[in-house]
């Protein structure tokens, strides 16, 4: 008896996993950009600034 072919791989799974893959690489892109706009806009400085304590609410020094 002979051994029976192999089937190729079906179109359709082959097409799912194609886009699949491409879905989590642009995924993977956006999350990048959008994790270096800081860098970019110069972000950083204002939310620092915004973070200190006014010298308002500081408390007094030891007498």
Known sequence: MPSPRPQP??????????ALVSV????????L?????PMFLDTA???QTVAR???VFAPEPPR
């Open 9 to 18: 791989p079906s179109t359709l799974a082959d097409a799912r996993r194609v």
């Open 45 to 47: 400085e204002p939310l």
């Open 24 to 31: 989590l690489a642009y995924m993977v892109a956006i999350a």
């Open 53 to 55: 304590v006014p010298a």
């Open 33 to 37: 950009v959008v994790a270096s706009l």
